[in-house]
């Protein structure tokens, strides 16, 4: 069982800058971010892969320049930097994992361990 552990969300007017941080409890995995607004479908953001390959990583193309994903060997932190947040960035932020590929999608069927998700608010 893997447990993740999110962290770092709140209200920014538009134009900050927030960092999400989730602790995952095992070190090969692929993670990743999404969100869901309301009304709407949850949406893969970013991933982040670690194991015997390798590292990799990935940001949705339309977020590419405003968002990043990185991670914290040491503590084992998967973050995602957000900047220049706009109100569309308003959502429930997930992190996610699954222990069992080697290739990390934005397909949210791929992943069975969710952590709780920690709100971000983005005001015009």
């Known amino acids: 069982q893997v447990q993740l552990v999110e962290s770092g969300g709140g209200s920014v007017q538009t134009g900050g800058s927030l960092t999400l941080s989730c602790v995952a409890s095992?070190?090969?995995?692929?993670l990743a971010w999404f969100r869901q607004a309301p009304g709407k479908e949850r949406e893969g953001i970013a991933t982040?892969?670690?194991?015997?390959?390798?590292?990799?990583?990935d940001v949705r193309d339309s977020l590419k320049g405003r968002f990043a994903i990185f991670l914290d060997t040491a503590e084992n932190i998967l973050s995602l930097q957000m900047n220049d947040l706009k109100p569309e960035d308003t959502a429930t932020y997930f992190c996610?994992?699954?222990?069992?590929?080697?290739?990390?999608?934005?397909?949210?069927?791929?992943?069975?361990?969710w952590g709780q998700g920690t709100q971000v608010t983005v005001s015009s």
């Open positions: 996610a994992a699954d222990t069992e590929v080697h290739l990390c999608s934005y397909k949210s069927s791929q992943y069975p361990y």
């Open positions: 095992t070190r090969r995995y692929c």
């Open positions: 982040f892969y670690t194991g015997d390959g390798g590292t990799f990583s």
